[in-house]
């Protein structure tokens, strides 16, 4: 971990990012029939260590340079979740896991988008989400859409982002990108290839982010956002223990906070 440059003083810092101004309403991206808001600040690749570990002490998530934290109405549901590296334990299924791909070369680096990894990004997409796609202009529409995601999601890094990368027998299976800084490494995207369903690789990348996070000094591993009830989210309580932000306080808390669900809308995972 690299030191930082300037001192931060949590006492200025947390109320400048919760005084940030709110964006405008958007589709949820997580229940059908709902509006999502978040409160927002964007920034360039120089940002300090220290702003990107207070930031992500108050609950913003990275995406590109965009840096955001949810603010919806009547919905509370998008909690962060985390594991305190020292007090983690891999369940047995977690072990099996670890066992079956001890044949896997595990290589942390600095962020590169490759063509490799472009086709299997879009592998992992088109496998991963249903699209019916009838005309060849429009298929080679969707990929540079996918692609552009892709560059935004992935590859606009800051100073600290890492790229874990999987491979069997020297063939390129997987890869994710994770956020550094200070005493807490965040993930944020991890692809996989799909002919490999059964080696668990989303469970494995985790798990090997825990050990490079434990041997290289930090504290916390954080997994994003867990949505109580939610299939896509199930995989997350399967890491224990792990702690919940509260949205109100932004303690950490072991139990979850007090709730807010939705009036109406299905989630989409559920719906199809």
Not at 142 to 156: C, F, H, I
Not at 196 to 222: C, D, H, M, P
Not at 226 to 239: C, V
Request: hydrophobic share 35%; aromatic share 12%.
């Amino acid at each position: 971990m690299s030191s930082d440059p300037y001192e931060y003083d949590m006492q200025m810092i947390a109320p400048l990012l919760n005084s940030l101004p709110l964006g405008d309403e958007v589709p949820c991206g997580y229940f059908e029939g709902r509006m999502s808001k978040n409160r927002y600040f964007i920034a360039g690749p120089e940002i300090p260590e220290g702003m990107v570990h207070q930031a992500l002490l108050q609950g913003f998530r990275r995406c590109g340079a965009t840096w955001f934290q949810p603010h919806c109405n009547g919905c509370n549901l998008c909690l962060n979740f985390r594991l305190d590296i020292e007090r983690f334990e891999p369940s047995r299924n977690q072990k099996r896991v670890l066992k079956k791909n001890e044949d896997l070369d595990v290589r942390i680096v600095s962020p590169n988008c490759t063509i490799e990894k472009e086709k299997l990004y879009l592998k992992y997409q088109y496998s991963r989400h249903d699209s019916v796609i009838e005309h060849e202009h429009d298929l080679e529409l969707d990929t540079k859409r996918k692609l552009e995601a892709m560059q935004r999601q992935m590859y606009q890094v800051i100073e600290g982002t890492k790229e874990i990368e999987i491979y069997h027998n020297e063939q390129l299976i997987g890869f994710g990108v994770f956020d550094t800084a200070v005493d807490v490494i965040s993930l944020i995207y991890f692809v996989f290839d799909t002919d490999f369903q059964k080696r668990s690789l989303g469970t494995f990348n985790i798990l090997s982010s825990i050990q490079w996070a434990k041997e290289n000094g930090f504290k916390y591993v954080l997994l994003g956002h867990y949505i109580p009830g939610h299939p896509k989210m199930k995989y997350k309580r399967l890491f224990q223990p792990g702690e919940f932000q509260d949205p109100e306080s932004r303690d950490w808390i072991e139990t979850l906070p007090k709730l807010i669900f939705p009036e109406q809308g299905e989630s989409k995972e559920r719906k199809s």
